[in-house]
């Protein structure tokens, strides 16, 4: 079917996203394709990306953290997602470089956007990852951070703030740098449970 131009990444955009992914031209065009195929529009909504989030958490509720990572990744909040966006996104979730990650990670704690991170952020996050933790796994957590409250608390603590504080990208950064404790709390891990699963399968 001869219109090329539509199904066809632009050189441009390729090169551009070759250097700041991991990913290889044939990743990428085959992803763009499967990508067309799902948003004809070239455009993924937000509902369209918690559907994405939602098929790969059936025993959760992943809404709120989609939407705090959408929110991360829509970088010219037009409410929706490019091609870029989504490989961006795809790109830094799964493994980036460390700094990028992490610049990342404030982005999504950054609820407001006004480039400091206040306790409340800290907690309305930790509380959208705590939502993707089935309830029966939440009861094995260590007992200081069972709930999103005393996990956000732990955070709050490890960053030496006062309640009322704020925390900058750069003082983020290098606290999470700095004590892997932090990195642990921050994240979500819960995509070794899904690998482990996976092998459960298998046998």
Same mark, same amino acid.
């Given at each position: 079917?001869? $219109?090329?131009?539509?199904?066809?990444?632009?050189?441009?955009?390729?090169?551009?996203? %070759?250097?700041?992914?991991?990913?290889?031209?044939? *990743?990428?065009?085959?992803?763009?394709?499967?990508?067309?195929?799902?948003? @004809?529009?070239?455009?993924?909504?937000?509902?369209?990306? *918690?559907? =994405?989030?939602?098929?790969?958490? +059936?025993?959760?509720? @992943?809404?709120?953290?989609?939407?705090?990572?959408?929110r991360s990744f829509d970088t010219n909040a037009d409410g929706t997602l490019?091609?870029?966006?989504? =490989?961006?996104?795809?790109?830094?979730?799964?493994?980036?470089?460390?700094?990028?990650?992490? *610049?990342?990670?404030?982005?999504?704690?950054?609820?407001?956007? $006004?480039?400091? =991170?206040?306790?409340?952020?800290?907690?309305?996050?930790?509380?959208?990852?705590?939502?993707?933790? +089935?309830?029966?796994?939440? %009861? $094995?957590? +260590? *007992?200081?951070?069972?709930? @999103?409250? %005393?996990?956000?608390?732990?955070i709050w603590t490890y960053f030496g703030k006062k309640d009322n504080d704020?925390?900058?990208?750069?003082?983020?950064?290098?606290?999470?740098?700095? $004590?892997?404790?932090?990195?642990?709390?921050?994240?979500?891990?819960?995509?070794?449970?899904?690998?482990?699963?996976? %092998?459960?399968?298998?046998?």
């Open positions: 079917m001869g $219109n090329t131009k539509s199904s066809a990444l632009s050189k441009e955009l390729l090169e551009e996203l %070759k250097l700041n992914t991991k990913y290889s031209e044939a *990743e990428l065009s085959t992803w763009y394709q499967s990508f067309l195929k799902e948003c @004809p529009g070239g455009k993924i909504s937000k509902e369209q990306f *918690e559907g =994405i989030y939602a098929s790969f958490f +059936p025993d959760a509720d @992943p809404s709120a953290y989609a939407r705090h990572v959408f490019d091609f870029k966006e989504y =490989i961006v996104a795809l790109h830094l979730t799964s493994g980036g470089k460390t700094l990028q990650k992490l *610049e990342w990670a404030f982005a999504l704690y950054d609820v407001d956007g $006004n480039g400091t =991170i206040s306790k409340n952020e800290i907690q309305e996050i930790v509380r959208s990852i705590f939502n993707m933790i +089935p309830t029966e796994d939440q %009861k $094995n957590l +260590p *007992e200081d951070e069972n709930t @999103p409250e %005393k996990r956000a608390e732990k704020k925390i900058s990208e750069g003082e983020f950064i290098q606290g999470v740098m700095d $004590n892997k404790e932090i990195l642990r709390l921050i994240q979500y891990d819960e995509p070794q449970k899904i690998k482990d699963k996976l %092998k459960e399968k298998k046998h």
